[in-house]
Nanobody, 117 residues
């Protein structure tokens, strides 16, 4: 069955770095765009970064220049390198796999990132 398992979250001080990982299984990884979303308490789930099946990245304006998304097709993994973290980056971060035809979307269980002094 399809699984997306996130890891790498935790508590970090402002200005620090974290690297999130998402291990994918149960579907053809190379055919899917992979994304990271985040959801802060009381807020909607927002797109942070997406990387196409071909490896082209795009970022939310709020994280441009600080976060980097990447994927490893050999290991079926996607990563989010987060630098210069700010308290407003605090959220649960979710991995998502999506394809358009046929339409499919899968979610991981999320990993908590807390940025606090």
């Amino acid at each position: 069955q399809v699984q997306l398992v996130e890891s790498g979250g935790g508590l970090v001080q402002p200005g620090g770095s974290l690297r999130l990982s998402c291990a994918a299984s149960g579907f053809t990884f190379s055919s899917y765009a992979m994304s990271w979303y985040r959801q802060a308490p009381g807020k909607e789930r927002d797109l942070v970064a997406v990387i196409s099946s071909g490896g082209s990245p795009n970022y939310a304006d709020s994280v441009k220049g600080r976060f980097t998304i990447s994927r490893d097709g050999a290991k079926n993994m996607v990563f989010l390198q987060m630098n210069s973290l700010k308290p407003e980056d605090t959220a649960v971060y979710y991995c998502n796999a999506k394809r358009r035809s046929p339409q499919r979307s899968y979610w991981g269980q999320g990993t908590q990132v807390t940025v606090s002094a």
